[in-house]
DNA sequence: TTCTGTGAATTTATTCACAGCA
DNA sequence: TGCTGTGAATAAATTCACAGAA
């Protein structure tokens, strides 16, 4: 399968999924797994896991399965988790203080170097190590941190503006915990995790019971 | 267009979308809003925008739009945000407590009723008005307090023996902030947010720049 | 005219089903 | 035999395109 082959992106959300399912079935010894287990504790179906697999290699043996080991490792190779990658929080009100706090950062590839906030109270403080800038000097840390994801934990009524803010800094990427829904040129990187939104997805279903 | 029809997930996910984007045009003071508009802030097709109002009703007029006010009600009835629902929190550790803490939740229409711990210097402390309870005490507690939505906040290792719980006290919706894949039976309603999958995906997004 | 509501066409994603290798 | 890798079939979601109401 050709590397220039285009990916879909619920392929590409369906490789992190088999990076947890591997660290909680890991104990149980096999070193090999087949694509009908994978996909039995996935819940997902087996043919869906092996073309999933197949877009980026031959990584399995006929009869016998994939390599869990290796298989792991080519999975973290493919995401781009060989690496470290420089984070910055967004907001240090509560939610950004206690993202700051999440140990899950750190444990995956990401490595927490700022937070950034506009309240005076706040700027010069440092939580778990991490510094917390001025805002209004983004421009100059995002250049001299290396910031390359934005993560950010503002209020809704004011996260348009400080993406633009983020965007004129260069980072690539924004991870938007704020419920809201911001506008980026094509250029950055979005993602959404909208507390909210779930919750009211969920309610949708419960209704109709 | 029938009651009985089925709407896609994507739907109900996008109504959610529709309701953050009326908080931040609202003030802009237009009484109605066309599905052009609507579309191009939200960064979806306009024929898209009407195809999911038109699953739930004809709430627009031709040639003129849809009235905002109207649809903003009418959205909030169909995903079941016109009446309170009753949810708790699993595990009062960092993440915990700042959900906990976090205004949303009762700014939508979530009611925060209780928190559940197995951490005896954690058990009938209270925070910002809520009560943490034994998680041994889940099954009483869930009937007596009516809850409706759990809301996981535990370490990934005991996240599924956690689920297992809520499902035997009969809470219908779980929502999943615990970097794991847990296995739920048909009756039970879970949606994740998993930050780290988010993150994922952007580093594979990344990569390729 | 403008803009909705919606069938038809298209694109994208999932699942089936099987040839071929260990 | 058991299981992968993958074309072909199916299903689902999105977009086009236009008839018809205001």
Known sequence: MGPKMK???????RLSL?????SQIEKAGNDTISSKELAEVSGINSA???KDLA???QFGRRGVGYPVAELKKQIRGI??????????IFGAGRLGQALMMYPGFGAYSFHMVAAFDSDPDKISWE???IRIYDLADLKRQAKDLKIEIAILAVPAAVAQDVANRIVAAKIPAILNFAPAHLNVPAGTMLRNVDFASELEAL???LQKT
Chains 1, 2 share one sequence.
Request: glycine content about 8%; proline content about 3%.
């Open 18 to 22: 088999y990076l947890r399912v591997f």
């Open 203 to 205: 309610t949708y279903f």
């Open 127 to 129: 939580l778990e190590g």
């Open 55 to 57: 877009y980026f290699g």
């Open 79 to 88: 995401l781009g988790l060989d690496r470290d990658w420089n984070a910055a």
């Open 48 to 50: 869906q896991v092996r």
């Open 7 to 13: 990916i879909p992106v619920t392929t590409v959300n």
